[in-house]
């Protein structure tokens, strides 16, 4: 690079990687409150395979442009609610379509660590807008039931409570996306986005 160059400043990626954040947290409400039944699993699991895609490279971006808190937080969920619960739709299907009996509430010990990294690193938001914030703590109050229901702890009954929960979370992901590629694109607020809740 000649030194009359000036290096090319990256976009910020955030709002792809909210909007695979969307979709999973729609795949998970059509799963968990049953408005698609068992054999959505297969197609499901693709969604979410390409959701990874998405997620892992607004990560690298995010942990290259020195944003700690964002980067890895798509990096983990790139990987486990995205890819590792891609693929596990696809397994399910295959095992249900055999008939197969398998203990699946190994998931539930896993979503033990993914519930516990996810509401302890919220805090790591507070600078950023209240909106973002307040899509977190919706999915920090969905995660613990969905970590219940794996482990078989609390009845299928309650499935509807984390799916609800998933699809506001969806919503308001949705909306924060826009708002963020809009405004930027624009130079001006079309979609007010909350201040930070800590400034």
């Known amino acids: 690079m000649s030194e009359n160059q000036t290096p090319v400043k990256w976009a ?13 947290t729609f795949v998970f409400f059509a799963l968990l409150s049953g408005a698609v ?36 937080t798509f990096l983990f969920f790139s990987s ?22 398998v203990d699946g509430r190994i998931d539930g010990y896993v979503w033990i660590v993914l519930t516990l990294s996810t509401i302890l690193w919220t805090p790591a938001f507070f600078k950023s807008s209240k909106l973002l ?8 109050a969905a995660l ?13 009954s309650m499935s509807m409570v984390p799916a609800v929960l998933m699809l506001l ?14 405004n ?6 079309v979609f007010p986005i909350p201040a930070p809740l800590i400034k």
């Not at 979370?169 to 809009?182: D, F, Q, R």
């Not at 930027?184 to 607020?189: K, Q, V």
């Open 184 to 189: 930027a694109s624009l130079g001006r607020t």
């Open 12 to 24: 910020n990626p955030t709002p792809a990687g909210l909007v695979a954040l969307a979709m999973a």
């Open 80 to 101: 486990f609610f995205m890819l590792i619960s891609g693929i596990l739709l696809l397994v399910k299907w295959w095992v249900a379509k055999e008939g197969l009996d």
């Open 133 to 140: 914030v307040a899509v977190l703590f919706i999915l920090d």
């Open 37 to 72: 039944d068992s054999s959505a699993r297969l197609y499901a699991g693709f969604w979410l395979i390409g959701g990874f895609f998405v997620q892992i490279i607004v990560a690298l971006l995010d942990l290259r442009s020195g944003n700690a808190a964002g980067g890895n």
């Open 144 to 156: 613990p039931f969905v970590t219940l229901l794996d482990l078989k702890l609390i009845p299928a």
């Open 169 to 182: 979370s969806g919503c308001l992901t949705i909306y924060l996306a826009a708002a963020m590629v809009v």
